[in-house]
Nanobody, 112 residues
Framework: QVQLVESGGGLVQPGGSLRLSCVAS????????IGWYRQAPGKQRELVAV????????NYADSVKGRFTISRNNAEKTMYLQMNSLKPEDTAVYYC?????WGQGTQVTVSS
Protein backbone atom coordinates (compact mmCIF):
# COMPACT_ATOMS: atom_id res chain seq x y z
CA GLN A 1 0.00 0.00 0.00
CA VAL A 2 1.36 3.38 -1.03
CA GLN A 3 1.08 5.94 1.72
CA LEU A 4 2.75 8.68 3.74
CA VAL A 5 2.19 8.74 7.47
CA GLU A 6 2.97 11.79 9.59
CA SER A 7 3.57 11.87 13.32
CA GLY A 8 4.95 14.18 15.97
CA GLY A 9 2.25 16.82 16.19
CA GLY A 10 0.73 17.97 19.43
CA LEU A 11 0.15 20.86 21.81
CA VAL A 12 3.12 23.04 22.66
CA GLN A 13 3.59 26.39 24.38
CA PRO A 14 4.83 29.41 22.45
CA GLY A 15 8.59 29.24 22.11
CA GLY A 16 8.58 25.46 22.25
CA SER A 17 9.70 22.88 19.70
CA LEU A 18 8.28 19.91 17.87
CA ARG A 19 9.72 17.48 15.37
CA LEU A 20 7.41 16.10 12.72
CA SER A 21 8.16 12.88 10.89
CA CYS A 22 6.72 11.46 7.70
CA VAL A 23 7.38 7.86 6.74
CA ALA A 24 6.75 6.50 3.27
CA SER A 25 5.59 2.98 2.58
CA UNK A 26 5.16 1.30 -0.75
CA UNK A 27 7.65 3.53 -2.53
CA UNK A 28 11.00 5.25 -2.09
CA UNK A 29 11.75 8.95 -1.65
CA UNK A 30 14.91 9.00 -3.72
CA UNK A 31 13.91 10.78 -6.88
CA UNK A 32 11.86 13.90 -6.22
CA UNK A 33 11.71 16.88 -3.95
CA ILE A 34 9.61 16.51 -0.84
CA GLY A 35 7.70 19.17 1.01
CA TRP A 36 5.85 20.06 4.17
CA TYR A 37 2.64 22.04 3.92
CA ARG A 38 0.21 23.37 6.49
CA GLN A 39 -3.38 24.46 6.60
CA ALA A 40 -4.82 26.61 9.32
CA PRO A 41 -8.59 26.85 9.92
CA GLY A 42 -10.23 29.02 7.29
CA LYS A 43 -7.04 29.38 5.29
CA GLN A 44 -5.60 27.80 2.18
CA ARG A 45 -2.95 25.11 2.39
CA GLU A 46 0.49 26.68 2.10
CA LEU A 47 3.98 25.42 1.43
CA VAL A 48 6.17 25.54 4.51
CA ALA A 49 9.42 23.95 3.34
CA VAL A 50 10.82 21.89 0.50
CA UNK A 51 14.01 19.87 0.05
CA UNK A 52 15.63 18.52 -3.11
CA UNK A 53 16.09 14.78 -3.72
CA UNK A 54 19.66 14.68 -2.50
CA UNK A 55 19.01 17.05 0.35
CA UNK A 56 21.45 19.62 -0.92
CA UNK A 57 19.01 22.46 -1.27
CA UNK A 58 16.11 23.68 0.83
CA ASN A 59 13.60 26.48 0.65
CA TYR A 60 11.30 27.89 3.30
CA ALA A 61 8.31 30.13 3.59
CA ASP A 62 9.35 33.53 4.90
CA SER A 63 7.21 33.03 7.99
CA VAL A 64 9.27 30.04 9.17
CA LYS A 65 12.79 30.90 7.99
CA GLY A 66 15.33 30.56 10.75
CA ARG A 67 12.93 28.56 12.93
CA PHE A 68 12.08 25.43 10.92
CA THR A 69 14.43 22.90 9.36
CA ILE A 70 13.46 20.30 6.78
CA SER A 71 15.52 17.15 6.32
CA ARG A 72 15.24 13.72 4.79
CA ASN A 73 16.68 10.25 5.17
CA ASN A 74 16.07 8.46 1.90
CA ALA A 75 17.44 5.16 3.19
CA GLU A 76 14.82 5.19 5.94
CA LYS A 77 12.16 6.65 3.62
CA THR A 78 11.53 9.37 6.16
CA MET A 79 11.32 13.15 6.05
CA TYR A 80 11.41 15.49 9.01
CA LEU A 81 10.41 18.99 9.97
CA GLN A 82 12.12 20.39 13.04
CA MET A 83 10.12 23.33 14.35
CA ASN A 84 11.65 25.66 16.93
CA SER A 85 10.52 28.91 18.51
CA LEU A 86 6.94 28.04 17.71
CA LYS A 87 4.34 30.78 17.59
CA PRO A 88 0.55 30.65 17.91
CA GLU A 89 0.30 31.47 14.20
CA ASP A 90 2.07 28.18 13.44
CA THR A 91 -1.06 26.36 14.60
CA ALA A 92 -2.29 24.23 11.70
CA VAL A 93 -2.57 20.75 10.33
CA TYR A 94 0.78 19.85 8.80
CA TYR A 95 1.04 17.59 5.75
CA CYS A 96 3.94 15.96 3.97
CA UNK A 97 3.89 15.59 0.19
CA UNK A 98 5.89 13.55 -2.28
CA UNK A 99 4.95 13.66 -5.96
CA UNK A 100 1.16 13.45 -5.89
CA UNK A 101 1.03 11.67 -2.56
CA TRP A 102 -0.13 13.39 0.63
CA GLY A 103 -0.03 12.26 4.19
CA GLN A 104 -3.12 12.35 6.37
CA GLY A 105 -1.90 15.35 8.34
CA THR A 106 -0.85 15.92 11.93
CA GLN A 107 -2.23 18.67 14.14
CA VAL A 108 0.14 21.23 15.63
CA THR A 109 -1.32 23.58 18.22
CA VAL A 110 0.76 26.36 19.76
CA SER A 111 -0.95 27.83 22.77
CA SER A 112 -0.30 28.80 26.36
Amino acid sequence: QVQLVESGGGLVQPGGSLRLSCVASGFTLDYYAIGWYRQAPGKQRELVAVITPGGGSTNYADSVKGRFTISRNNAEKTMYLQMNSLKPEDTAVYYCKYQNYWGQGTQVTVSS
